[in-house]
């Protein structure tokens, strides 16, 4: 029997902006991640232009985010349903977002760790959010 229930559920250009958001960001965070912390072709994965593709998803992104929270968090919060994947995407999320700024204009000596904070929490959300969209399609 399929589920009708639309409690939470995205109009179809939302969860696609979401999506590509999302997912560009996490992508080309990744990419940067394995090319400059950890010297995967570094020279291409490395580069500056991907530094820059990472802040223009990221900025994609958090317009999505804004466009989930009126209706998608509160739906969510109502049905209880997917409750620690929700919340802990919208948490990491919060320490991307703070993260993210502190690495652009924050000061200098806590660079160091807030770089790998932000890369590993990055990864946290990528996975976490990969697993809340596989178990909405359940």
């Keep these: 029997m399929k589920n009708t229930s639309r409690l939470g559920k995205m109009p179809a250009w939302q969860r696609r902006f979401v999506l590509i958001g999302m997912l560009s960001c996490s992508l080309t965070g990744t990419a940067y991640l394995l090319g400059h912390e950890f010297h995967i072709q570094g020279a291409a994965l490395g580069a500056h232009s991907v530094l820059m593709w990472h802040g223009i998803a990221a900025m994609m992104a958090t317009m999505a985010l804004g466009s989930v929270l009126p209706f998608h968090l509160k739906a969510g919060l109502k049905s209880k349903g997917k409750l620690w994947s929700g919340l802990s995407q919208l948490a ?19 660079r160091d760790g807030v770089i790998t904070t932000h890369w590993v929490i990055g990864l946290a959300f990528f996975a976490i959010f990969l697993l809340h969209g596989v178990y909405a399609k359940k």
């Excluded at 700024?101 to 000061?107: D, H, I, Q, R, S």
């Design 92 to 110: 990491f999320l919060a320490t991307l977002l703070i993260s993210g700024a502190l690495l652009y204009y924050g000061p200098e000596e806590i």
